[in-house]
């Protein structure tokens, strides 16, 4: 299994691993949104051509991690409070369903996978590691979606992975602590578990609208300090 996953990383096209390179930069706030990408400094960063760079900065281009505009260049793409109000929204739409269908496929072996993720939450939470907390968060939901039985669904929630990574890496002013973050992940799978349905959809969407709650009550205040 590690062979093919290996392979398949070897295989990669050379901008789509830089581009990976750039996201992973991004997320770990190595590059602030609004930062402007310059194709030389890229390419002589990662000793490439100025093509290869400009290939990767289409692919995120193409994921809405960058813009480009016309004669003043390539930025990341800022992230705003309506972007985060659009992702909890979808998020809500698939997430709720999908996590439902998907304890009519939960097996020992995926009940086993999932606890080793949350597992791992609880260790990054003890170690206030927020980047690696929200790359195990991907993992979890992913996982999940992706046992629903729906190939339409899974298709669409993949497509949405780098937007949702992008838009977690922002929650961690919305939690009191990454503790607070893992027992919420621990909630989630003892509610799969249970495999009642209705159990399972009542912690998905108060996972999601805690979050979408916090914004609210921060725009509000925002808004009050105005008038």
Request: with cysteine; proline share 1%.
């Amino acid at each position: 299994m590690q062979q093919n996953q290996n392979n398949s990383i070897i295989q990669k096209p050379l901008s789509e691993l830089i581009a990976d390179q750039l996201k992973w930069k991004i997320w770990h706030e190595s590059i602030q949104f609004g930062e402007r990408l310059l194709e030389t400094d890229l390419a002589e960063s990662f000793d490439v051509s100025r093509s290869t760079i400009r290939e990767a900065l289409k692919i995120l281009e193409s994921e809405e991690l960058v813009v480009s505009q016309a004669r003043k260049g390539t930025y990341v793409a800022d992230f705003t409070d309506q972007d985060a109000d659009e992702m909890i929204e979808l998020r809500a739409l698939i997430e709720a369903h999908a996590f439902s269908q998907s304890i009519r496929h939960l097996d020992h072996k995926d009940v086993k996978k999932l606890e080793d993720i949350v597992a791992e939450m609880k260790v990054k939470a003890e170690e206030e590691d927020w980047n690696a907390l929200f790359d195990l968060d991907m993992q979890f939901h992913s996982y999940v979606v992706g046992l629903c039985g729906n190939s339409r669904i899974i298709k669409i929630y993949d497509s949405l992975q780098v937007q949702i990574r992008t838009f977690l890496m922002h929650l961690d002013k919305y939690y009191s602590s990454p503790q607070s973050f893992y027992a919420e992940h621990k909630q989630l799978l003892e509610a799969l578990v249970s495999k009642n349905a209705h159990t399972v959809n009542r912690r998905v969407k108060e996972h999601i609208a805690y979050v979408e709650t916090k914004l609210l009550g921060q725009q509000s205040d925002k808004e009050l300090k105005e008038v």
